[in-house]
């Protein structure tokens, strides 16, 4: 019975030794390490806003009895005593003239294929590259809701379309096509009756249709006048299209007066430049100059009006519109917040080369919620560069240190 009890207990020891051991071998060769790769990132001291558009502009009107077709195209500078616009007697005269205007456009869009086809002679593989790289880009312009490139883009892929016919062996499928265009000219224009007047403006500008009401108040010189109130009360209308024709944009100057909150003020000074994206296709971030700061502690807001002395097509047809206005951008390296180690009062980073451990120093020039965007030096290969792997977390790193597959 004793010899039993003792082999039991003997067998239950070898277990535990075993168990044990085990666990030591589990913890000496188990090392959890998480790691991150590194990408670039930028970051912005910017405030965002709501603003007003001032210009000097003309309302232009006129007295007709009849439908309107425009003879100009929106933003189109018109010289003293250029034509605007025409009048027909009715609806089915303007319809025609439409039909006439974009069958001309067309064949525009044709001879320009045609000159493209004798260019590309027989490379065909040419054509078919470029059509499925338009093909791609309109994806990318519609999914960004980018209207006036995506309507661009589908003009060249049409020229790019009648190239590929015309080198398949179809050489006048674009001349059929153009004359085809010119019998549907002709019988419109036998349809139209002659239009019964011609609208003219006595200065020149830039012709816009689209008239707010506000051209006669909303100078340049008239919003010297404007306080924070009457831009908000202009923001807080419902700027609505006027009953007249249009309106000329008769200066190249123009100017946005951008409603802020009051403890931002201080960050702008008078004479200085800075970026403003108003996210408008087309437009670039601009930069604009600070001609003003009007502040009012009671409200808690604030105006600056920027100005600027190109006029862009996409600002001309607007009087408000939202910014953001960008006084400094940070561009780096984004390393998070847990890849930090401080080693001898400097900071870095340990990153995996490979099944090796190193150590890189870090220079932080902005910390986010959770992250820092860091000094990228391509030259330095002793700094962290674009890509690397950086560790997390990890048991006993040190630089050299060997891990061999056991990352997870």
Not at 191 to 219: A, I
Not at 258 to 269: C, G, L, R, S, T
Not at 382 to 401: I, N, P, R, T
């Given at each position: 019975m004793k010899s039993k009890t003792g082999k039991i207990i003997t067998i239950l020891l070898v277990l535990v030794f075993l168990?044990?051991?085990?666990?030591?071998i589990a913890v000496y060769f188990y090392q959890p390490y998480n790691t991150e790769i590194v990408y670039k990132a930028e970051a912005q001291d910017s405030v965002f806003c709501d603003g007003v558009f001032i210009r000097n502009e003309k309302q232009y009107d006129a007295d007709y009895?009849?439908?309107?077709?425009?003879?100009?195209?929106?933003?189109e500078f018109i010289s003293s005593g250029g034509e605007i616009a025409r009048v027909y007697p009715s609806e089915e005269d303007a319809e025609s003239i439409s039909k006439v205007?974009?069958?001309e456009a067309q064949i525009e869009m044709l001879e320009k294929a045609k000159q493209k086809s004798a260019n590309y002679t027989s490379l065909e593989g040419e054509i078919n590259k470029e059509i499925s790289e338009t093909v791609s880009k309109i994806v990318e312009a519609v999914s960004r809701g980018k209207k006036e490139e995506t309507e661009?883009?589908?003009t060249e892929l049409e020229i790019a379309l009648n190239v590929k016919a015309s080198l398949a062996g179809n050489e006048t499928v674009i001349d059929e096509k153009i004359e085809e265009l010119k019998k549907t000219i002709k019988e419109a224009e036998d349809n139209v009756n002659k239009y019964v007047k011609k609208l003219k403006t006595s200065e020149k500008g830039r012709f816009v249709s689209?008239?707010?009401?506000y051209e006669q108040s909303l100078t340049i010189e008239n919003s010297e006048n404007y306080g924070i109130e009457d831009f908000e009360a202009i923001l807080n209308s419902t700027v609505k299209k006027s009953n007249a024709i249009g309106k000329l944009i008769t200066d190249y100057e123009w100017k946005y007066a951008a409603i802020i909150p009051y403890d931002a003020a201080d960050k702008f000074v008078e004479g200085k430049k800075l970026k403003v994206d108003f996210g408008i296709e087309g437009i670039d971030v601009l930069d604009m100059t600070v001609e003003k700061i009007i502040t009012d502690e009671q409200s808690e807001k604030a105006a600056v009006i920027f100005s600027n002395n190109y006029m862009y097509g996409e600002i001309m047809t607007r009087r408000t519109h939202s910014a953001k206005i960008i006084f400094d951008s940070i561009s780096g390296l984004r390393i998070p917040e847990k890849a930090l180690r401080m080693i001898n009062g400097q900071s870095g980073v340990y990153i995996l080369?490979?099944?090796?451990?190193?150590?890189?120093?870090i220079e932080i020039l902005y910390r986010g919620v959770g992250y820092y965007i860091v000094k990228w030096d391509q030259n330095d290969s002793k700094s962290v560069q674009l890509f690397d792997e950086v560790f997390l977390e990890g048991k006993d790193l040190y630089e050299g240190k060997q891990i061999g597959e056991n990352k997870i």
């Amino acid at each position: 019975m004793k010899s039993k009890t003792g082999k039991i207990i003997t067998i239950l020891l070898v277990l535990v030794f075993l168990s044990y051991a085990v666990y030591q071998i589990a913890v000496y060769f188990y090392q959890p390490y998480n790691t991150e790769i590194v990408y670039k990132a930028e970051a912005q001291d910017s405030v965002f806003c709501d603003g007003v558009f001032i210009r000097n502009e003309k309302q232009y009107d006129a007295d007709y009895d009849g439908v309107i077709v425009y003879s100009c195209e929106e933003g189109e500078f018109i010289s003293s005593g250029g034509e605007i616009a025409r009048v027909y007697p009715s609806e089915e005269d303007a319809e025609s003239i439409s039909k006439v205007k974009k069958a001309e456009a067309q064949i525009e869009m044709l001879e320009k294929a045609k000159q493209k086809s004798a260019n590309y002679t027989s490379l065909e593989g040419e054509i078919n590259k470029e059509i499925s790289e338009t093909v791609s880009k309109i994806v990318e312009a519609v999914s960004r809701g980018k209207k006036e490139e995506t309507e661009k883009l589908k003009t060249e892929l049409e020229i790019a379309l009648n190239v590929k016919a015309s080198l398949a062996g179809n050489e006048t499928v674009i001349d059929e096509k153009i004359e085809e265009l010119k019998k549907t000219i002709k019988e419109a224009e036998d349809n139209v009756n002659k239009y019964v007047k011609k609208l003219k403006t006595s200065e020149k500008g830039r012709f816009v249709s689209f008239s707010d009401g506000y051209e006669q108040s909303l100078t340049i010189e008239n919003s010297e006048n404007y306080g924070i109130e009457d831009f908000e009360a202009i923001l807080n209308s419902t700027v609505k299209k006027s009953n007249a024709i249009g309106k000329l944009i008769t200066d190249y100057e123009w100017k946005y007066a951008a409603i802020i909150p009051y403890d931002a003020a201080d960050k702008f000074v008078e004479g200085k430049k800075l970026k403003v994206d108003f996210g408008i296709e087309g437009i670039d971030v601009l930069d604009m100059t600070v001609e003003k700061i009007i502040t009012d502690e009671q409200s808690e807001k604030a105006a600056v009006i920027f100005s600027n002395n190109y006029m862009y097509g996409e600002i001309m047809t607007r009087r408000t519109h939202s910014a953001k206005i960008i006084f400094d951008s940070i561009s780096g390296l984004r390393i998070p917040e847990k890849a930090l180690r401080m080693i001898n009062g400097q900071s870095g980073v340990y990153i995996l080369k490979k099944t090796l451990v190193r150590y890189k120093t870090i220079e932080i020039l902005y910390r986010g919620v959770g992250y820092y965007i860091v000094k990228w030096d391509q030259n330095d290969s002793k700094s962290v560069q674009l890509f690397d792997e950086v560790f997390l977390e990890g048991k006993d790193l040190y630089e050299g240190k060997q891990i061999g597959e056991n990352k997870i």
